[in-house]
């Protein structure tokens, strides 16, 4: 098993930290519609309904596996995906499928629940056209990967990793980290990286990457019909050799309200064609910055060590947590540290309320990054050794699964990053 993970880890760029295949792509909205068996199966049928990768799916679920499926589409249409559980032997399957076969439409995908670890039935089910064959019991996260995978060809480019970057407050810094961990993907990880600026108005990412591009994220989202990864692509504007920039137009002459799903298909666009795609979160609590964070595969929280910090990040993490049951929990760092002065909420109060140890904490260094923003630069190329440029490489390194070759140079964040990576989901 552990030999298996292993090799999973290796091949994959991007695995969670249990070494699991995370590149799961949401399906898209489709019916599916579950017979079960077992309550077993039900709840895990149940469970992946619910899971954030199926929100546009339309699911139903009942009992009666093979027959009450045969008996409802006698009279029904039959839906883009049917999930069948069958507690009997080979032969009784088959024979049930010739039957429901009379009913089906042609685009129907079947995928059969059973409990026999059969291969010649498996090749007998794939021979009529079944598309998956899982063995019971089954899993939450299996069911989401059988029905997510039947829409996402095999021979289709890897799909986009979308990290969601927030702040617990606003001017905590959470644009700067999306911004440097960006750059850290791009430059120390070769990762082809889009930053995507969701700051409308006020959006920083242009300045901070000394780019003033004609277009980007406004043409997009205010023409959402023309979305498509051709038409996204055009609005990239080129930051360095593997970045670039979906930039906010930073300008008032219209107002940016919009509605909870707005920017799905722009996400959906650049999930098809870029391998890492961060988005800079504004401080908001929106119909679309909810299902923004929601949506996203990782979630990094940056706080400032205060309290209005503290109350807001344990906020987000109960709401994800509760909205996301089978990911892995969303991921916080504190920044601003040490300001002259100032009382503070130490490290280990925060890992107290949120149960949860900061993935990083980031020193009050207002020289550096003030340089840093007036330069339109990078904490790295205004000091690429500085520690701060060290640690926006590792969380880079975190946020996307990746396991590092060499070792970190400094020790700071080693032991935690090693817990992080094998911190079961
Ligand atoms: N660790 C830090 N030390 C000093 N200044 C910082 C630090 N992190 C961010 N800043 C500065 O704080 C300001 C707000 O940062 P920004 O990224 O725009 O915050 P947010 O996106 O959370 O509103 C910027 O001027 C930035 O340069
Ligand atoms: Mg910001």
Wanted: proline content about 5%; hydrophobic content about 45%; some cysteine.
């Amino acid at each position: 098993m552990a030999q298996a993970s292993q090799a999973a880890r290796d091949e994959s760029a991007f695995t969670d930290a249990a070494g699991r295949d995370e590149h799961i792509a949401p399906a898209p909205r489709v019916s599916v519609q579950a017979f079960c068996e077992t309550v077993e199966t039900a709840a895990a049928i149940q469970g992946a309904s619910e899971d954030r990768r199926m929100a546009k799916a339309h699911m139903r679920i009942q009992m009666g596996g093979l027959t009450a499926a045969v008996e409802a589409y006698q009279s029904a249409p039959t839906p883009n995906v049917i999930i069948l559980e069958s507690d009997e032997r080979g032969e009784e399957i088959i024979a049930g499928l010739d039957q429901l076969a009379n009913y089906c439409d042609a685009g129907t995908r079947v995928i059969i629940v059973g409990c026999m670890n059969d291969v010649m039935l498996y090749r007998e089910l794939v021979r009529r056209g079944v598309s998956d064959y899982l063995i019971s019991p089954i899993g939450t996260l299996q069911v989401v990967r059988a029905v997510c995978g039947l829409f996402s060809a095999p021979d289709a480019k890897p799909v986009g990793r979308i990290v969601a970057v927030v702040g617990a407050k606003g001017g905590v810094g959470a644009s700067t980290i999306a911004h440097n961990i960006a750059f850290s993907l791009a430059r120390d990880q070769m990762l082809d990286s889009v930053v995507t600026d969701l700051d409308l108005a006020f959006g920083t990412a242009g300045l901070d990457f000394n780019q003033d591009p004609p277009q980007g994220i406004a043409e997009a989202v205010f023409s959402p019909d023309r979305i498509d990864t051709a038409f996204v692509d055009r609005l990239l504007a080129k930051c360095t050799d593997h970045l670039s920039l979906l930039a906010a137009p930073a300008t008032l002459d219209r107002v940016y309200d919009f509605g909870a799903d707005a920017f799905d298909s722009i996400y959906d666009s650049l999930r098809a064609t870029v391998p890492c795609v961060v988005l800079d979160v504004p401080h908001q609590w929106t119909g679309w910055s909810k299902q923004t964070l929601i949506g996203a595969d990782e979630i990094l929280i940056v706080a400032a060590p205060d309290l209005a910090n503290l109350r807001n990040t344990k906020n987000l993490y109960d709401l994800l947590k509760a909205a996301r049951p089978n990911d892995h929990l969303p991921r916080y760092c504190l920044n601003q540290v040490g300001v002259p002065k100032r009382p503070e909420i130490k490290a280990a109060d925060f890992a107290k309320a949120l149960e949860d140890e900061p993935v990083a904490t980031i020193p009050f260094e207002p020289q550096l990054f003030g340089a840093a923003a007036n330069n339109g630069q990078m904490i790295a190329e205004i000091s690429a050794g500085h520690r701060t440029a060290e640690t926006f490489r590792q969380l880079a390194q975190l946020l996307t699964g990746r396991v590092e070759t060499k070792k970190p140079r400094s020790g700071l964040l080693a032991p935690l990053m090693d817990k992080l990576l094998r911190r079961q989901t």
